[in-house]
């Protein structure tokens, strides 16, 4: 063997010590390495439970509005979704524990892991309560913050509306100075006043500050405009008649002031700026968070609101969800001209998937369309806004092309007419009524053949409790003792329902933003001062709502007339995380005091949105 065949005994030491050391480095690398990695799932971990937490009532005044478990003692969150929902220990391990990890990692990471990141559990004082996020289905967004700036609700005479003005006009110094600015305001309501007869052009220039002045003035249900002789001076060759509207005239056929229904869009309002807009905007959402509203449907959203609500929502600045139902006030089918929009925007809180229709007008103006004349009123029978024939060709087109179709309907002949075009689609076009889910807004007078009717067709009455407690002490004058027992019969369309479904809205600003205004209505068919026309058990009492009936009709209910019921309505795993916190329990205490309840908080994808958590 020669010496080359021999192991050099220098070179075998070095090679002894090179591999110890790339040994070595590996071996630090490796460590290096999962510590680096380690440190990173930590730091996600402390993310995922920093932004996970813990609502709890010891009382279980937790109401869920999910069958399977009515009430429960603690809900957990991640992110913007509930993730467990039921007793305290079981929604503590919802959220995951660290420390069960040890056991499969090195020691030394286990002791790291010891230390286990913040999850912060909320305990509700006593006599708080968890509720769903609260859903108003039927609203006007932007008109409740226009009513806000002159507001004539609760006006008792002509001269309080007057006086209203006046002050308005003293404390708006921009007003006050510039006569060519229109003034305008919305709230009054006639059938309050003495005489309940429609007011004059002529009033609005009894006062001297008034005169010459540009003034329009909707009514509380806004389908009526009083207008001063100012505008009416700008108002040449009217109409003798308007299809589907009225102008109120005088003894000698001169307009009086008064314009119902399709004849106000002869009135020349100047159009909202986008700074008004904003402003309207940002009244209403300050208000409805205030009060608990996590899910709005705006009804009838015209095209330039559209716009901005999608600039809002792509800008992240939608604070609660809302549903549209899109409207252009054309007769013509517009649906091409409206986009389809669904979970749109930074936060997917705007959709747009139905349409707004309006087939009559409202019973506080004698507009809404009946099947025989008004009780005191035999020369009226109310207005049709549009024909039949153009409803069910619009509705059709509507229906072909995916929209989900509203229409308004208060009196008992526009709710027929409406229910024979729902019913010829559903039962000779094959249509789905699951899938279309076709409403009726308001849905307020019924023939008895129709309140079974539109159970059997499973058409959705969308209604608004309210309105019936602010009627009902002239309700049964216009419709008499037989029609008033086909009205508002909330009670009845519930049971009627196949899917035992009826979303409950306000109509705001014709009724007031907070939900337990409606809440109270239903539960108790009283004004708020417990009084109505049948004594304290209540109007027609036999149509009041349960407790849970009702909070189901602003929650699940809502929900689902407007497809979201998958993800929002009832504090279920997997929903997303929106509820809010009550001062008071509402499903218990007397009824006096559901009107005293405050809202603590406002919770929308899990995020406080109004008040403290």
């Known amino acids: 063997m020669s010496s080359k065949d021999a192991k050099d005994p220098s070179n075998s030491s070095t090679g002894a010590r090179s591999q110890e050391s790339h040994g070595s480095t590996t071996h630090w690398t490796r460590r290096l390495l999962l510590g680096v990695a380690l440190s990173g799932a930590l730091l996600f971990l402390n993310y995922r439970l920093q932004s996970s937490y813990i609502v709890c009532s010891p009382s279980r005044k937790i109401y869920t509005v999910d069958g399977t478990l009515p009430q429960a003692e603690c809900i957990s969150v991640r992110d913007t979704r509930i993730v467990h929902v039921g007793k305290y220990d079981d929604t503590m391990r919802s959220l995951g524990t660290i420390g069960s990890l040890s056991n499969a990692l090195p020691s030394w990471v286990a002791e790291k892991l010891e230390v286990r990141p913040f999850v912060k559990v909320i305990h509700l004082d006593e006599g708080s309560i968890m509720v769903p996020g609260l859903a108003d289905a039927h609203a006007h967004i932007i008109e409740n913050g226009y009513m806000n700036q002159l507001p004539l609700m609760g006006s008792k005479s002509i001269q309080e509306v007057v006086d209203r003005i006046k002050s308005f006009i003293s404390t708006h110094p921009d007003v006050s100075k510039d006569p060519s600015r229109w003034i305008e305001g919305m709230g009054w309501d006639q059938t309050k006043w003495p005489g309940a007869q429609f007011p004059t052009a002529a ?240 849905a307020q007078i019924f023939s008895p053949a129709d309140l079974d009717r539109i159970g059997r067709l499973g058409v959705i009455a969308s209604v608004q409790p309210t309105h019936a407690t602010s009627d009902m002490g002239y309700a049964q004058i216009r419709l008499g003792p037989e029609r008033i027992k086909g009205a508002y019969a909330y009670r009845t369309l519930l049971e009627k329902s196949p899917r035992s479904v009826l979303p ?110």
């Open 203 to 442: 009033d609005l220039e009894s006062d001297p500050l008034l005169k010459d002045r540009l003034i329009s003035l909707s009514r509380v249900d806004g389908h009526a405009r009083w207008v001063s002789p100012a505008v009416l001076k700008l108002m040449q060759d009217l109409p003798d008649q308007v299809e589907g509207g009225l102008i109120v005239r005088d003894e000698q056929g001169h307009p009086n002031g008064v314009f119902v229904d399709n004849a106000m869009n002869l009135i020349p309002i100047p159009p909202w700026s986008e700074k008004q807009i904003t402003e309207f905007f940002d009244q209403t959402m300050n208000e409805a968070l205030s009060y608990g509203l996590t899910s709005i449907h705006d009804a009838d959203t015209k095209p330039d609101i559209i716009k901005f609500y999608q600039k809002m929502a792509v800008a992240g600045k939608l604070p609660n969800r809302l549903y549209l139902m899109g409207n252009n006030g054309s007769a013509d089918y517009w649906g091409d001209t409206l986009p389809h929009l669904i979970n749109y925007g930074k936060h997917g809180r705007l959709t747009l998937r139905s349409v707004k229709l309006i087939a009559d007008g409202a019973l506080g103006s004698w507009g809404a369309a009946l099947l025989e004349p008004y009780s005191d009123n035999g020369n009226a029978s109310g207005l049709m806004l549009s024909s039949p024939e153009k409803l069910e060709k619009q509705i059709r087109q509507f229906w072909k092309d995916g929209w989900q179709t509203n229409v308004h309907c208060i009196g008992d002949r526009a709710n027929h007419v409406i229910l024979d075009i729902y019913e010829r689609i559903l039962k000779g076009s094959g249509g789905n009524v699951s899938e279309w889910r076709p409403r009726i807004e308001h």
């Open 504 to 613: 409950l809205g306000s109509d705001f600003p014709i009724e007031g933003v907070d939900p337990l205004l409606g809440f109270y209505a239903a539960v108790t068919r009283l004004n708020i001062d417990g009084t109505s026309p049948h004594g304290r058990g209540g109007w027609f009492p036999e149509q009041k709502l349960t407790r849970a009936q009702a909070l189901k009709g602003m929650t699940l209910d809502a929900a689902y007339a407007s497809f979201a019921e998958n993800e929002l309505g009832s504090l279920t795993p997997g929903k997303k995380a929106d509820f809010v916190i009550l001062d008071r329990d509402i499903m218990t205490v007397a009824y006096d005091d559901i009107l005293k309840a405050k809202v603590l908080a406002t919770v929308v994808d899990g995020g406080v949105v109004y008040g403290i958590l």
